[in-house]
């Protein structure tokens, strides 16, 4: 019973991974950016250790796609980011961030 619980384990895992790689291909980026660390996999690995059971597959997505914008993001700042640039690119990201985690607090705070 449980090698067949281990068969389906993995089934599922590889059918995530082939959503991850799918969606990292249609957005072509490392070929539009050539300078940027195409690591899907790697990626994808990271986010199974955090969630490992196969309930959290979503999480898993959600965690590998946001970690691939962010290296995306971080590789830009390295190659092309003069220090004030990237100051400045930052600083308006975390205002937009900030910004946008406002309500979502606010709406916490008022349901305790």
């Known amino acids: 019973m449980s090698s067949i619980f ?4 993995l089934a599922l895992f590889k059918m995530f991974m082939f959503i991850n790689c799918r969606w990292w291909k249609e957005l072509d980026l490392a070929s ?3 300078y940027i660390r195409d690591r899907i996999v ?14 959290y597959s979503l999480g898993r997505i959600i965690v ?3 970690t691939m914008i962010v290296t995306v993001f971080n590789d830009t ?3 092309y980011g003069t220090l004030p640039e990237v ?3 930052v600083d308006s990201f975390q205002r937009c961030c900030f910004s946008l985690l406002t309500p979502i607090s606010m709406i916490k ?4």
């Open 42 to 55: 790697e990626v994808y690995f990271g986010a199974l250790a955090l969630y490992f059971e196969p309930r």
């Open 64 to 66: 590998t796609k946001i």
């Open 77 to 79: 700042c390295d190659a």
């Open 32 to 34: 539009k950016l050539p």
């Open 87 to 89: 100051t400045s690119l």
């Open 109 to 112: 705070f008022k349901n305790r």
């Open 6 to 9: 281990i068969f389906v384990c």
